[in-house]
């Protein structure tokens, strides 16, 4: 992680600090970390380079100080600068859903101010800003540039990475949405076909058009928090062979829905839900148009599924009898007994 973690630096051509961690530890040894990393291009300035290394301990909170201070000396020979006024631009960090909460996302402001109650997009999501927390759980008025902030308000779950602008209005961030989302579906140019294509028939099709050009299993990933769906899609697309790859097509976090349904449906995919099931409709309409939903709570599961998927190994599908359904309609905390749901 660390060879990886300098490479990434080098080639967004960033400085780089060196934390050193667990000088509490006995026998730590500080000199010989940064000796290692001699070999990778990081010299300390006390020997004569240009890199800047932070001894402290996690832990017991050692160093922490001397780590934000050489941040904020290194922004400021860097002469990293910017405007705090006008509407707020940023980037999604992590997000989630909590129960009672909802979605709940943490962003980084870059630019502006963003102020409790304005009107946001994310990515394909919208919302008004209801509430501000910083990285203590202080609720704020306001969060300028470079502050990370916890946000909550947002209609669905956005992914990392998702850029942040304020608008005008909700009605103006809704139709931003709408065209976003009519621009994407535009670009998934295949038809809607009744046939049921399950996933034990993908490698069967794939050995049938072996002349043909390389296949294509083509996943849609729905995952309780986005971490577990960042991962689970990573693991996936690195499967495959030279006959056949894998594609996430879309997913995120959340229960599986009719979009998720009608998209696999439209471009014979396979959706597939990690401690995440599909809402009733979606159900309804999965059973209709035949298309494949399996769910797993463990995900070495899930990515066996697809490797024997890929190689025509899937053992006999295991079908689950549902005996009855039930709608979350509110959640109460209650003291010394938990979450009550309604």
């Known amino acids: 992680q660390t060879v990886e973690s300098i490479r990434f630096c080098k080639n967004a051509q960033v400085p780089i600090i060196v934390a050193v961690n667990k000088i509490d530890k006995p026998g730590a040894n500080p000199e010989k970390v940064k000796q290692g990393l ?39 020979i860097m ?22 909460r909802g979605p709940v996302a943490t962003i980084l402001i870059q630019k502006g101010t963003l102020s409790k109650g304005d009107a946001i997009v994310v990515g394909e999501t919208s919302g008004r800003a209801r509430s501000l927390m910083d990285y203590s759980g202080k609720m704020l008025n306001s969060a300028g540039p ?5 946000i909550l308000g947002l209609e669905n779950v956005p992914s990392p990475g998702d850029v942040v602008n304020v608008v005008k209005n909700e009605r103006e961030a809704v139709k931003i949405v709408e ?11 295949a038809s809607v076909e009744d046939k049921k294509v399950s996933l034990e028939d993908f490698f069967a ?56 349904v009608n998209l696999a449906a439209s471009t014979k995919g396979f959706i597939m839900g990690f401690n995440m099931r599909p809402v009733t409709t979606a159900r309804r309409i999965a059973e209709e148009k035949g298309v494949d939903i399996k769910t ?3 995900i070495y599961e899930l990515i066996n599924d697809v490797t024997m998927a890929l190689e025509g190994m899937l053992a006999p599908e295991r079908i689950e009898k549902y005996i009855g359904r039930a709608q979350v309609k509110e959640t109460f905390s209650i003291p010394k007994i938990g979450t009550i749901a309604g």
């Not at 001894?55 to 922004?75: H, K, M, R, W």
């Not at 065209?179 to 140019?189: C, D, F, G, L, P």
């Open 38 to 76: 001699v070999e990778h291009g990081l010299l300390s300035e006390d020997w004569g380079g240009e890199t800047l290394f932070v001894n402290l301990s996690a832990l017991t909170g050692e160093g922490v100080d001397n780590l934000l201070e050489t941040i904020g000396l290194q922004a400021e």
């Open 79 to 100: 002469d990293l600068r910017e405007n705090p006024n006008g509407p707020a631009e940023g980037i999604v960090i992590e997000s989630k859903i909590e129960v009672g």
């Open 146 to 150: 470079s502050t990370p902030v916890q």
């Open 179 to 189: 065209n976003r989302i009519n621009e994407r579906k535009a670009m998934a140019n």
């Open 205 to 260: 099709s794939a050995q049938n058009n072996s002349e043909v050009e390389k296949q294509v299993l083509k996943l849609i990933v729905r995952s309780d928090v986005q971490g577990s769906f960042e991962a689970i899609r990573t693991a996936v697309e690195q499967l495959g062979n030279s006959e056949v790859s894998v594609e996430v097509i879309s997913g995120g976090v959340g229960a599986i829905t009719d979009n998720d």
């Open 296 to 298: 797993y709570s463990i």
